[in-house]
């Protein structure tokens, strides 16, 4: 069993322990209602945001029908189209 008797330092060890705990649980709590409020802040941003995006054709379009006009409608005119500025 430890000897938690501390004679003449103990008026001012065990006080120390105390406040180092109420000090990080303090911590503790800060951070958890911090990241909850952040986690909440985040959902309502991303529900209003998502809305605007599908109305404005912004990231929320299809990703394909992104990436097809990207590139050309047929991709034998592409070749097509670089062969002739090579050779001009």
Known sequence: MPDLDMSPYAAFV???WGISALV??????????SS????????????DEAPDQATQ????EKP?????GAVAENPAQVAQGAV???NA
Request: proline share 3%.
């Open 14 to 16: 065990w006080p120390a």
């Open 24 to 33: 990080l649980a303090a911590v503790v709590a800060r951070a958890v209602t």
């Open 36 to 47: 909850r409020r952040w986690t909440a802040e985040l959902r309502r941003l991303e529900a």
């Open 57 to 60: 054709g912004g990231v929320a």
């Open 64 to 68: 394909a029908q992104v990436a097809q």
């Open 84 to 86: 002739a500025e090579k």
